[in-house]
């Protein structure tokens, strides 16, 4: 019986997956959702869609959407397990402009919930009393 030849070790340590990592430097929860999310088209290594398995090194650039947010994050160092959050922020290094465009959108999607038409969707606790007291003149 043959056995296929394994990989070197400097080459294992010099890449890791894609899903591995997205899951180890906490973009998300699982890494069968990170998978989904490569898969999906939501990640994109050097502007180009990948597949999970796709090795990544460091040095590169990864476009990663969830949902409304984008990060572009250069990838600073690989990590086999997933580790406390202050260790896995050391893993990448998100670009300056992502930052901004990042907290511009937080700040429009803050003023757009703070900015409730009256009227719309549920009543708040005070406006439900005063249909209450109008409801009910005891």
């Known amino acids: 019986m043959s056995r296929l030849p394994t990989p070197s070790q400097d080459q294992t340590d010099a890449t890791q997956r894609v899903d591995k990592w997205l899951w180890a430097a906490r ?4 890494r069968s959702l ?13 502007g180009t869609r990948v597949k999970p398995a796709r090795r990544i090194r460091t040095g590169e ?14 990838v600073q160092g ?4 997933r580790r406390p959050a202050r260790e896995a922020a050391l893993l990448y290094e998100e670009t300056p402009e992502s930052r901004a465009a990042r907290s511009s959108e937080e700040e429009r999607r803050r003023q757009a919930q703070a900015r409730r038409e009256r009227g719309l969707g549920r009543p708040t606790k005070r406006e439900r009393r005063e249909l209450d007291r109008i409801k009910r003149p005891d």
């Open 34 to 46: 990170a998978a989904q999310a490569v898969s999906g088209g939501k990640v994109e290594v050097d």
């Open 61 to 74: 650039r990864l476009t990663i959407r969830r949902g409304v947010m984008q990060w572009v994050v250069v």
């Open 27 to 30: 973009f998300f929860k699982t």
């Open 78 to 81: 690989l990590n086999r397990e």
